[in-house]
C-alpha cells in the first residue's frame, strides 16, 4: 500500500512512519486492488490525533480517532479502518449478489428548502480540504455514507457526470444536492 505520512504541530518521526506504514501494509490482505493511504499525524494540547484516509479498490474510507498517546490513537484508527473495510467488502459482495437485471438505485432524496442557511459562529476558522470526485452511482455513495463519520460525501454522479453531495440531516435522514440542469 502506498503511504504519505503527514505531521501536523508535531516533529517528524521516522519511528512513527515506520510504525504507521507496517500497520497498513498488514490491511494489503483485505483489499484486492492497490490502494493508496494518507496519514495526518497531529497534536492539539493534549490530545494527539491519527487520521487515516484510504482510496482505491472502490473504497474511500476515513478514519479519526484521538487519544493522549499517538501509538494508541493509531492503533485504534487502524481497529476502526479495518471493520469498515471488511464491513463495505461485505457490502460491495451481497450488492453483486443481487439482481442485475433491476433498477435498485433509491429515490433521491429531497433537496433542502432554500429558506435553511448555515449558521457562522463569530471567530470561526475556516478549513479548506481538496477533495477527489469518485464517479460512482446514488446507491454506492449511499454505503460510503455508512462507513464515514463525516456528515457530507461529494462525488462525481456517474450516471449524469456531474458533481453531486450526499449529506446527512439533522433528522438523521440523507439529502443530495445535485445541479440543476
Known amino acids: 500500500m502506498q503511504t504519505s505520512v503527514t505531521f501536523k504541530n508535531l516533529d517528524p518521526s521516522d519511528h512513527l512512519k515506520s510504525y504507521v506504514s507496517s500497520k497498513l501494509d498488514r490491511m494489503d490482505k483485505l483489499l484486492d486492488n492497490p490502494a493508496e493511504a494518507q496519514v495526518v499525524l497531529s497534536v492539539e494540547k493534549i490530545r494527539h490525533i491519527a487520521e487515516i484516509r484510504v482510496t482505491g479498490d472502490r473504497l474511500n474510507i476515513v478514519c479519526r480517532e484521538k487519544s493522549n498517546d499517538m501509538y494508541s490513537s493509531i492503533d485504534l484508527a487502524l481497529d476502526k479502518l479495518e471493520k469498515q473495510i471488511k464491513k463495505q467488502k461485505a457490502k460491495i459482495k451481497n450488492h453483486r449478489q443481487g439482481g442485475r437485471g433491476e433498477d435498485r438505485s433509491p429515490e433521491p432524496a429531497a433537496m433542502p428548502s432554500g429558506d435553511e442557511s448555515p449558521e457562522e459562529a463569530p ?22 455514507m455508512d462507513l464515514i463519520s463525516d456528515n457530507f460525501l461529494v462525488f462525481r454522479n456517474a450516471r449524469t457526470n456531474q458533481i453531486n453531495v450526499l449529506y446527512r440531516r439533522n433528522d438523521g435522514d440523507l439529502g443530495l444536492i445535485q445541479p440543476l440542469g
Open 123 to 144: 471567530g470561526a476558522s475556516v478549513i479548506v480540504q481538496n477533495l477527489e470526485y469518485k464517479p460512482m452511482d446514488v446507491e454506492e455513495a449511499i454505503m460510503q
